[in-house]
């Protein structure tokens, strides 16, 4: 089975190995506080700084999911209120969750096709600014965040990244807090999160000081000291995560990749009547490079699906408002070329 679901998605081949590896190796019995599991702790933290260039002063932690960040935001770095970019079902959800947190919480939503303007919150006061970098449901992304961060130089700015770290390169300068889970671009088993935060995160934090949870930031960032987790971990992720990044190239060489066949699924969509299909987005300035939308009729969209899976290839159904008038197709690293192909053959 092919699969180009954006998350859960296909998973790297040597995985399989991998799991039987950690198996043999009696990692699967480790105690999480064990000297065993710090090493393997502190060696993904090297390898996410080397593979993905994060600055060795942001640090690195492991928390179960991206929503789960998107809750340690709200009540460890948000005194008072937080103002929300969106576009789509996951930039919203997140807005949602937040609400149930914070005190005040400003939504800003902007079209699908149109890039976010800062403009739109120049007025606002803004203490934590979130931002959906690339929105899984509809296949957009905001790709330059430094007017962003320009504008709010003084603000906490936050930023999914759950289906776009591991496949393109970031600038992380322009973020405090970025998070992701690793079933999209870092094509492992769902079931962790990663967070990352800059050293003027932690300073909110401090100045918050919020201890009322098991995943309060501080508590968490305190037990990170030691290579050890605020929980007991799924330790054969963060081994799997090892593994994996040992692997694959430095992030500018996957970005690359990435954006390139991006490009060539554009262009398959926009240059060929695909049975009346059409990108869901056609500004190339905000169209994602990691998870492409195409849209047709609910009828176009249901048949192309059935006609897939024939063949053995899943694609990723539409997401929200969506839903049935969209499939989409995750551009992840750890899918390969013969896939693509086949699954362009299909679409012909
Ligand atoms: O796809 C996204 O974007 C999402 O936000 C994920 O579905 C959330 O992932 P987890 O919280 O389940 O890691
Ligand atoms: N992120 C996945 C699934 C998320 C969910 O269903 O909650 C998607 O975009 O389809």
New binding site residues.
Partial sequence: MITF????SKVYPQVANYMQEAFEEGVLSINHRSAECMAITKNAIQLLHEKLNIPPDYSIYFVSSA?EAWEIIAQSLTSKSSTHFYNG??GE?WADYSSKIVKTVDRISFAVEEIPSVNLALNAEVEVLCLTQNE??NGTQIRDLSTFRKTFSESIIAVDV??SLGGIELDWHNGDVWFASVQ?CLGLPAGMGIMICSPKALQKAELINDRKYYNSLLFIQENFAKYQTHYTPNVLSIYLLNKVLSDISNISEISRKIKKQAKDWYNFFNDNDKFGLNCLVQNIDIQSDT?IAVQGTTEQIKAIKERTKISGITL??G?GTWKNTTF?IANFPAIEAFEISKLKEILY
């Fill in positions: 679901y954006p998350g859960p929503t079902a996951f959800k899984t449901s759950t289906s999209k998870v990723g159904n997401y989409r």
